[in-house]
């Protein structure tokens, strides 16, 4: 449904993309985050899911500076395997090539970014600290706690599993109390990576419900 190009990063790094317009005038873009393991048939779903809402998406290869066009699965040696890519991450490299897929969309109106895994980290870090987003949904982020004293430039909702074994709910507490300015949401029956129906760990009705409430949001705060 899309296509593979290159996008150029502030320091010229070249990083792939994957990127897929809706049939009509888009409402808006999306910038979709990867997990840590690439920008893979789950992460291209998902922004085909986003175009068929309406809205133009790009996954930027966040991983491109270490290997290029890596994709993993989900099974435990992938896992363990696509682990090594976040032992010591470059937040700062990865914005900036977030940040190269926020300026790829501009032209198509207002910006939002939704990220997964490492990638929910990385959107309430764009949040943060980078300009020209409307608003950002994190799903699952574990290092969000760590980072929980910067404040968002645009509304901001994080969605986390009660049962997820990487997340503790004492985190997400620490992020609730220093975020009031954030939409929290915890899902009692789902573990880390619930919202991806080839992991093990998905769980539908969890992801209906926050993907009905992701697309809610970026309609109310994408408006031309």
């Given amino acids: ?4 190009f290159t996008l150029s990063a502030s320091d010229a790094h070249q990083l792939g993309a994957y990127r897929v317009d ?9 910038v979709v985050v990867q997990e840590i393991f690439g920008v893979n048939h789950h992460i291209r779903n998902v922004c085909d899911a986003f175009a068929r809402e309406g809205y133009a998406a790009v996954a930027p290869a966040l991983f491109d500076r270490t290997q290029r066009n890596f994709e993993s699965g989900y099974t435990p040696a992938e896992i363990e395997k696509a682990r090594a890519f976040i ?8 914005l900036r090539d977030t940040d190269a897929a ?7 109106g207002p910006i939002g970014i ?5 990638g929910g980290t990385m959107a309430f870090l764009a949040a943060t600290r980078l300009s020209g987003l409307s608003a950002a949904v994190g799903y699952y982020g574990g290092r969000i706690v760590a980072y929980a004293d910067e404040t968002p430039k645009c509304p901001t909702q994080l969605h986390f599993g009660e049962k997820d074994a990487s997340i503790p709910m004492s985190d997400v507490d620490i992020i609730k109390e220093k975020r009031p300015d954030c939409e929290i949401y915890v899902y009692k029956d789902a573990g880390h990576g619930f919202h991806c129906d080839e992991r093990a760990s998905y769980h539908k ?20």
Avoid: N
């Fill in 1 to 4: 449904m899309g296509k593979q």
């Fill in 114 to 118: 939704v990220g997964f895994c490492m």
């Fill in 22 to 30: 809706p049939a009509g005038t888009p409402k808006g873009g999306i």
């Fill in 102 to 108: 926020i300026k790829e969309l501009k032209p198509v």
């Fill in 87 to 94: 032992a010591k991450p470059d937040w700062d490299a990865m």
């Fill in 205 to 224: 009705p969890s992801a209906d419900i926050a993907w009905g409430r992701t697309q809610d949001f970026l309609r109310q705060h994408l408006k031309k």
